[in-house]
């Protein structure tokens, strides 16, 4: 069985920075040696989960267009653990925050092709 444990998040200014972090664990698991590829979402109160970021194994990343150029995507392979750096931070960017993995080398933005899910952790972005 396969674990993703995300970091606490919080509550952050409107134009801070804030990351957050994603371990992946389980028996035998390594979502690196095993190819996985790993993302954010997030889902806001009344909205649909909404793809934000992704990064394969070899280390190709996507994003969503909401987040291009003030979110960075990243993973430490050794820790097993991936990182989402949230700079430039907007109101509208409050949500809880999900990591996910997916048995795939391949990017993907669609949530139903992601196999494992944390608990989520919640970011407020106050004005």
């Known amino acids: 069985q396969v674990q993703l444990v995300e970091s606490e998040g919080g509550v952050v200014q409107a134009g801070g920075s804030l990351r957050l972090s994603c371990a992946a664990s389980?028996?035998?698991?390594?979502?690196?040696?095993?190819?996985?590829?790993m993302a954010w979402f997030r889902q806001a109160p009344g909205k649909e989960r909404e793809f934000v970021a992704t990064i394969t194994s070899g280390g190709n990343t996507g994003y969503a267009d909401s987040v291009k150029g003030r979110f960075a995507i990243s993973r430490d392979n050794a820790k097993d653990t991936v990182y989402l750096q949230m700079n430039s931070l907007k109101p509208e960017d409050t949500a809880v925050y999900y990591c996910?993995?997916?048995?795939?080398?391949?990017?993907?933005?669609?949530?139903?092709?992601?196999?494992?899910w944390g608990q989520g952790t919640q970011v407020t972005v106050s004005s």
């Open positions: 389980g028996r035998t698991f390594s979502s690196y040696a095993m190819g996985y590829t």
């Open positions: 996910a993995a997916r048995r795939s080398a391949y990017t993907s933005s669609y949530a139903p092709g992601y196999d494992y």
